[in-house]
Each structure stands twice: as structure tokens, then as C-alpha cells.
């Protein structure tokens, strides 16, 4: 297992108000409505999501080029995305290295239903809970931003399905805080996550699930 960050430089390049979220429309509501995982969170207002989840050229090739040098990923190899959402980061993938096979699995049907179409067939409506894959059936298993919006109990029932369908390499990537202040960051601007551990406490976790894969933390500085 090892700590390995290829999300931060996609995080932090948004500037968030962490006051205006919590001031400007009600947090409450804005959370009810983001958990729907559906128009309001996708592509509505920026106070109950993403504010328009829209592909942007070159975005997320940031992340998918790093990835498959670190993994030494090949034609012919199989992701899989845990919380794919409109499946951007598997377009990528593919594009950067065809033959490829990918597949996608998210909770939320619109992200699936408005997903790139490129790779819209590829994609499944379904739980990171209760994946329905066979065991090491994929060379990479990735899981970015998704299994923080899990209750505890369903958060580790997610790493052990990510541990048991992965042959070798997986990765995640979840919301965490190294201080207070981040942590207050944290709950001011997330909607959806109900996991608000610190790195030791998501170390103990990964533990707890025999995860054995690779992971990395953003934090809301």
C-alpha cells in the first residue's frame, strides 16, 4: 500500500468560499438535494453540487496520464471506475491509451444517463456496497471522491469489494483533515459526505478492511 496523489492538483485549482456556502442558501437543503445525485447536483446551482458538471478538454487527462505510467497499464488491461459519475476520467483513459478496457459503475442514474457518450455504454447504474464483478477481475480498480458518501459501516463494505474484484493494483482517493481548521473547511463546503475522518482514522479503516491498494487524501485548506 502506498500513499500516491494524483488528484490534488485538480482539487486545489478550484478557490472555494467556505463562509458564502454555508451563509448563502441553506445547508441543510443544499445537502438534501445533492444526495439525490441527480439534475441539482450535477448540472443546477453550485450551492447543491458542482454548479454544471460539463467536460472540459484536457482535464482530466491530468490525472489519466499519470495514472497509466504509475501502473504500467497496457491494451487489452481492465479498470474499472467505482463512482464514475459521467465517466470523463474513463474517457480519458481511453484516449490516452486505446485498447483499453473500461468499465463504470455510480450510484446516480442522471450522471449515467448524461454520461460522455464515448463511453456511456461502458457505464452501470449500481453501489460501491455490492459490486457486481467477479473477484480479480480488473488490473485497476479506482474509486476518486465517492466512498466518503458512505455511511461507515457501507464505507468499509466498499474497500473490501474494491480489495476483492482489483488482481493488484487500486486506488482511492477521499476527503480527509490534518487540522482543525481543515476540518471546518470540510463540513462548511461538502454536501454529500457523512465520513469525516482524519488521515490516522482513515488509516485505521484501510486497515480494518484489508485494503492493500494505494490511496491519497485532499483536504479543504
Known sequence: MAYIDFLSPLHKATKRDY????NE??????ARLAKQYGYDYWDGDRNTGYGGYKYMEGYWTRVAKPMISH???KPGDR???IGCGKGFL???LLKELPGLEVKGLDISEYAIEHAKPEVKPFLQHGCATDLPFEDNS???VISLTTIHNLYCFDMLRALKEIERVGKKNKYFVVESYRNLEEKTNMTYWVLTGECFFCDEEWDWWIKQAGYAGDHSFIYFE
Open 71 to 73: 501502473y504500467g497499464l
Open 19 to 22: 463562509l458564502a456556502r454555508v
Open 25 to 30: 442558501y441553506p445547508k441543510a437543503e443544499a
Open 138 to 140: 480488473f488490473d485497476l
Open 90 to 92: 474513463l474517457y480519458e
Open 79 to 81: 479498470v474499472l471506475d
